[in-house]
């Protein structure tokens, strides 16, 4: 089982729907976050989550709302998207915030997202 | 405010040659962490290494090494003897140590270097 499982892998959904992204880590992390990964774009920060609260919201639309109900698991719920907002949404964990001595990073496989 | 330069966005190589990735930073803090990443097609980016701002060592692991240098503001990996394997998106990333050390949530990547193994 690998260490940050995100969930779906893949999600088509229109601009009217409502879904959710889940990102679930193994590794014991007490910190958590969203990147978004566009083409031609770097890595985008968009939430972080340290000991279950919210530290950093990155100017995030409102139609992004993360959840952390535990130190384990990550949501990532989507309204009323726009279809600039399809992109790879990548999970990490990391036990100790980035910039820490021991704030690596450990990323899922991501969610590809399109929203048409 | 902190950045990271990849300025080569793809490079192909025959396996078995020499290819070095270049990262170029910049920061204010005097404390902070560089990091390289690999995410191959699958998706997932892959920790490589992390270097702190206090130890310009170069870094040795296998295939792969580590330049840092803190005049130039480069961190700058080379991978020995290529494989297809190697194939995939390399990221260099920053981030500041914050107050006290205990990290400041932001990681800032650079665009990634995709590079292409040919066999």
């Known amino acids: 089982e690998t260490g940050v499982t995100q969930t779906p892998r893949h999600l088509v959904m229109g601009m009217t729907n409502k879904k959710s992204l889940k990102c679930e880590q193994h590794?014991?992390?007490?910190?958590m976050y969203w990147y978004k990964q566009s083409a031609k774009k770097p890595l985008e920060l968009m939430f972080v989550y340290s000991l279950e609260e919210r530290v950093e919201n990155n100017s995030v639309p409102s139609r992004f709302s993360p959840e952390c109900p535990n130190s384990s698991h990550l949501f990532l719920h989507l309204h009323t998207l726009q279809p600039e907002d399809s992109a790879l949404y990548l999970c990490a964990s990391s036990q100790g915030l980035a910039g820490s001595n021991t704030g690596e990073l450990f990323f899922g496989e991501g969610s590809r997202l399109t929203v048409l | 405010a902190q950045k990271v330069t990849q300025a080569q966005t793809e490079i192909s190589v025959v396996e078995k040659e020499d290819v070095t990735l270049d990262c170029v930073y910049e920061?204010?803090?005097?404390?902070?962490?560089l990091f390289w990443y690999k995410q191959p097609p699958s998706g997932e980016l892959v920790f490589l290494i992390r270097?702190?701002?206090?130890?310009?060592q170069n870094e040795i692991s296998g295939r792969y090494s580590w330049n840092f240098q803190k005049s130039t503001s480069s961190f700058n990996f080379t991978i020995t003897a290529s494989q297809v394997v190697d194939s995939a998106v390399y990221f260099c990333a920053l981030s500041e140590a914050g107050h006290s050390g205990a990290g400041s949530y932001q990681l800032t990547f650079g665009k990634g270097t995709k590079l292409s193994v040919i066999p």
């Open positions: 590794l014991g992390h007490n910190a």
């Open positions: 270097r702190n701002s206090f130890d310009e």
């Open positions: 920061t204010r803090d005097t404390t902070y962490y």
